[in-house]
């Protein structure tokens, strides 16, 4: 006696429900476009690789012109921003000790001297190497060039290998941040919407009259993710108008592939976060499981930390990780206009993984209420 | 002619719990049935495995002629359940709700909307199809969950204290309805622990601890009740009940506003003055009465007689 029709129907009815509770719910309705706003503005302006103006002080011994031309020329790299004088390396390093510091550069009274007897380095930069990205950041600033009496700029030295950047020429952090923001902005809403979607019928006493009609599992389940798709669509929409009117993203190619691979992923989240809140009890457990699965989406799944670079057992936990996936292929799609038929592989992944989840979801889910 | 709900010796243990204890009950078409019985006797347990909601550890159901678990999903379509706690939406409207049932329910298209005015009207709830369901008061609550479990004109309905928490008058108004749909063909399952409410029913079934201890129409179970019951006035009434508690026949005394109700287990080798020269020294007046469902149901459910009699 299966009927499509009615099937859609109930679809559909579940789906409209859905979208009522949406909009009552002030909160989560605000969540919508205020956390992909916030996050954009909040992250994008403040994740930043480029390490700049990092707090030093200097301890000058010699203090003549050579002197006060290397520290101008250091502060005129913006890496370093002296901010305190002191006489002796010890007093730097109690500063760098106190946190006042990060940096602290020792003068020698010969630094002239070692300068143009060219055998020992002139001075010296000690650094707070607990901050890693810091350290290197200024350790680089050992291969920097100092031409006394002149200036820097017209005397480069031939580099050894030289490095074209590719498709961010400026190195602008933004522009490696905001896909990479776009994906975690929707694995965290994602997740939280529908990892309370089932989980919410028990907890408001909805659920017994709701498993005591004939809607089928595989109804139910459909029905409560299609709005999110919307939701995550619009998501979508705001963060790439921001990114480009506030970060210059340069869309490479057309939206199209674009939106095709954020739906591909909204899917494969709203799945697993349907799979969570058919595991637990509570909201506040749905919501702990939502940020078991966000945090290691954000440390590894090449978000923060290059992919290639981090150890080979931790590569295979972020492979599972839909972000990962996403990242890979939002990136090709996004800064290099890579077509997504290069990038199958991934988007296979994520649709299978959507898949697979849909159907764990549905077959765990009991109309019986024990 | 086939009974609607047939159910032979359903069991249901939670651990080492048994909440329903080989139950067989038999309900026949077109009738109110009454589930009478204490709070914790197992009522909406047994309620929850006709409908589907409960795996039953031991025995078989079958409703309207199609066996639980193998039909639920067929059974559903033709079964309306109303929950002890109201489960409505509480952010959707009163209009938005019964949409959204009916929906489900498999009624739609054309025949939705009128539907759901006729049955918003016969509800008296028309004037709310704005409002949110959970502003609705006690009373209305239960009107509209009774009005969504009729949506798709169920042959059975499966009710679990549909008249908890409403006032005398909306519970009277309630039960009209009831019975208004009885005679329209529909047969109803209805628990209570109201006595006038299990006065109504065409038949009754209480429940204690699991058990069915008796069954029956509320004439016949008055009938076969086997005690008599008496009225008990007196200067002392403290006095007589304590005499009373030591009367091996006494089955049960309770305090009914300035007399004392006395059951008396009936035996026919007693003389008609036996209770008054029992009691001759307290000056008491004595008249029988009628027996009433709460008697059949104190008798009924004797031993955990000091949890219903205070």
């Keep these: 006696m299966y009927s499509p029709v009615s099937s859609i129907v109930r679809i559909a009815a579940v789906c409209g429900k859905e979208m ?32 700049r103006n990092v707090p030093a002080a200097v301890a000058d011994n010699l203090n003549n012109s050579f002197s006060r031309q290397l520290i101008m020329d250091l502060q005129a790299t913006q890496v370093l921003d002296f901010v305190a004088v002191t006489e002796t390396p010890q007093q730097l390093e109690t500063l760098i000790q106190r946190g006042t510091v990060s940096a602290g550069l020792y003068i020698p009274m010969d630094a002239e001297q070692r300068y143009y007897s060219g055998e020992r380095s002139i001075a010296q930069l000690l650094v707070d190497g607990s901050d890693t990205t810091l350290g290197g950041a200024v350790r680089q600033l050992s291969r920097f060039p100092f031409l006394p009496g002149g200036t820097i700029s017209n ?15 400026e190195r602008r952090a933004s522009l490696f941040t905001v896909p990479g923001l776009l994906g975690v902005i929707l ?34 389940m459909v029905g409560k993710i299609t709005p999110y798709v919307g939701i995550g669509l619009v998501q979508v929409s705001v963060i790439l108008f921001l990114g480009v009117m506030l970060f210059d993203i340069p869309v490479v190619g057309s939206f199209f592939p674009v939106y095709t691979v954020c739906l591909i992923f909204i899917l494969a989240n709203l799945t697993l976060g349907l799979m969570i809140s058919t595991l637990v009890r509570n909201q506040l457990a749905a919501m702990q499981m939502s940020f078991f699965i966000l945090l290691p989406s954000i440390l590894l799944s090449g978000f923060m930390f290059p992919f ?50 849909l159907v764990i979801s549905t077959l765990r889910f009991s109309k019986r209420l024990e | 002619m086939n009974p609607v709900i047939q159910v032979t010796g359903l069991t249901k243990k939670f651990g080492s719990f048994t909440a329903v204890d080989r139950l067989d009950m038999t309900i026949p078409k077109q009738q109110v049935y009454g589930f009478l019985g204490p709070n914790g006797s197992g009522k909406t347990t047994a309620i929850r495995m006709m409908c589907g909601l409960l795996q039953p550890t031991d025995g078989q159901i079958e409703v309207l002629g199609m066996k639980i678990p193998e039909k639920t999903e067929q059974i559903r379509l033709q079964v309306g359940y109303m929950t002890q706690k109201f489960s409505m939406y509480g952010d959707l409207t009163v209009l938005q709700n019964m949409q959204f049932m009916a929906r489900i329910m498999g009624v739609y298209g054309r025949s939705m909307n009128g539907r759901i005015s006729d049955l918003l009207e016969r509800f008296k709830l028309d004037s709310f199809t704005r409002r949110s369901a959970g502003s609705l008061s006690g009373g209305q609550k239960r009107r509209l969950a009774l009005a969504a479990a009729v949506i798709h004109e169920p042959k059975l309905l499966l009710l679990d204290e549909p008249t908890s928490e409403v006032d005398p008058n909306t519970r009277r108004e309630f039960w009209d309805e009831l019975f208004l749909m009885c005679e329209a063909g529909a047969t109803i ?60 026949e006494v089955l049960a005394t309770a305090r009914s506003g300035l007399s004392l109700r006395v059951i008396v287990k009936t035996d026919e080798a007693r003389t008609e003055n036996w209770l008054w020269e029992k009691l001759l020294r307290y000056e008491a007046d004595i008249s029988q009465v009628a027996p009433s469902i709460e008697d059949v149901f104190v008798i009924a459910t004797q031993n955990n007689i000091d949890k219903v009699s205070h």
Excluded: W
């Design chain 1, 20 to 51: 009522i509770h949406l909009v009552h719910d002030r909160l989560t309705f605000g969540m919508v476009v205020m956390i992909p706003l916030f996050q954009l503005i909040l992250f994008g302006y403040t994740i930043n690789t480029d390490v």
């Design chain 1, 308 to 357: 290639v670079a981090m150890p080979k057992i931790a590569q295979y936990i972020a492979e599972i990780l839909p972000l990962t996936h996403f990242l890979r292929v939002i990136r090709g799609v996004m800064l290099r206009g890579e077509p997504l038929t290069g990038l199958v592989g991934d988007l296979l992944f994520l649709l299978v993984f959507s898949l697979i989840f």
């Design chain 1, 187 to 220: 694995t965290m809403t994602m997740i939280m919407f529908t990892s309370i979607a089932i989980v919410r019928e028990r907890e408001r006493g909805n659920m017994e009259l709701l498993i005591a009609t004939p809607i089928k599992n595989l109804e139910l």
């Design chain 1, 155 to 169: 005397m480069d030295s031939v580099e050894q290998i030289s490095v074209r950047l590719l498709y961010n020429p």
């Design chain 2, 189 to 248: 399952l209805v628990t209570t622990h109201l006595m006038d409410e299990a006065e109504r029913c065409h038949q009754l079934a209480i429940l204690n601890e699991g058990k069915k201890v008796a069954d029956g129409s509320p004439q016949e179970l008055k009938a076969n009740l086997g005690a008599q019951i008496f009225l008990i006035n007196g200067p002392d009434i403290a006095a007589i009940r304590e005499h009373l508690r030591s009367v091996p």
